[in-house]
């Protein structure tokens, strides 16, 4: 019987902060186009100081840019809370964490697991609920864009597969 997405929801955003959001510390972040365009505009007109910094941490690719956390994702708050959020415009590898999706090619991308950053790769399985809406949303955003992606950054994490997309 798979588990309740709130459920799950609630178990990695414990895990999360039992590690202070260690994950939106490094790295680099996957944004679609789409999502991009979101956080730009969202920053227009909440936050327009916030922007250049945005902008200047963004590189652009083919459909996607990648955003560099460096030490800190710019977006969180002094309690390692996420302030795009609760306003819609937080990017599906945010949401998706610890899962992530890997390969090349779009007949062969695969959900795995973050092993390493804290305890919330225990949460989720290959039958979790949560990988059923990870794989709608990757199919929206478009597997060929995901693919591009991963030539570009290969990702970092060490990882468990859970099932193909």
């Not at 478009?142 to 994490?157: A, E, L, N, P």
């Amino acid at each position: 019987m798979k588990k309740p997405i709130n459920s799950i929801n609630s178990s990695l955003a414990n895990a999360c902060q039992l590690t202070q959001a260690s994950c939106c510390k490094a790295g680099l972040l996957f944004l679609p186009e789409q999502e991009y365009q979101a956080i730009v505009q969202w920053l227009a007109g909440n936050s327009a100081s916030e922007l250049s910094e945005f902008e200047s941490r963004c590189v652009k690719y083919d459909g996607f840019y990648l955003y560099n956390q460096k030490d800190n994702c710019q977006f969180l708050t002094e309690t390692n809370l996420c302030r795009l959020h609760p306003e819609g415009v937080k990017p599906s590898e945010c949401f998706w964490w610890p899962v992530h999706i890997y390969g090349t090619e779009p007949e062969n991308l695969e959900l795995c697991v973050a092993t390493k950053c804290c305890t919330a790769c225990e949460y989720i399985d290959a039958n979790s609920c949560l990988l059923d809406d990870i794989t709608k949303r990757a199919h929206e955003l478009g597997c060929d864009v995901i693919c591009r992606f991963r030539k570009v950054y290969s990702g970092s994490y060490e990882k468990r597969f859970l099932r193909k997309l």
